[in-house]
């Protein structure tokens, strides 16, 4: 019995950590400069629409960063340079993706881990509770709450 429990929560813990690589884990960018422009495009978000992103509005802004994105991967600046250009104008909200290093990870990471650990918290109260034995009142607990309830 304990060793099934082990593994299961091995096993969840593999999968949290799995799933917080992952998260971290460096994706490899296209090679050409215009799938390059459109993959910035689609992080970076449009300044004047709620929660879209430069590549899905059609705001005359968003138009002009697809553009100057465009002028910037043919011009051979890199992605990091690019995306801090925009930072250093706009500020970090103008990122939809959160960063994946420093700050961003610990912002975005923090709350899963918290989660983690409170579940497993609960878990671990839930199993300790059911491991204890049931009180039951004896004969003289009742007659001490019969004569309390009467007098």
Not at 116 to 134: D, K, M, S, V
Request: charge should be positive; include cysteine; glycine fraction near 10%.
């Amino acid at each position: 019995m304990r060793g099934r429990r082990f593994l299961t929560w091995g096993g969840a813990a593999l999968l949290i950590l799995g799933a917080l690589v992952w998260a971290a884990w460096p994706s490899s960018g296209p090679q050409t400069s215009a799938d390059r422009a459109h993959e910035l495009a689609t992080e970076i978000r449009c300044p004047d629409c709620q929660g879209l992103s430069a590549e899905d509005s059609s705001s005359s802004s968003a138009q002009a960063i697809r553009a100057d994105l465009a002028r910037r991967t043919k011009a051979g600046e890199s992605d990091a340079e690019i995306r801090s250009v925009y930072v250093a104008r706009y500020g970090l909200s103008i990122l939809l993706k959160p960063q994946s290093s420093g700050l961003g990870l610990l912002v975005w990471g923090l709350p899963v881990l918290v989660f983690a650990l409170g579940a497993a918290g609960l878990a671990l109260a839930f199993a300790r509770w059911r491991r204890e034995p049931r009180l039951h009142a004896t004969n003289a607990d009742e007659a001490l709450v019969d004569g309390v309830r009467s007098g």
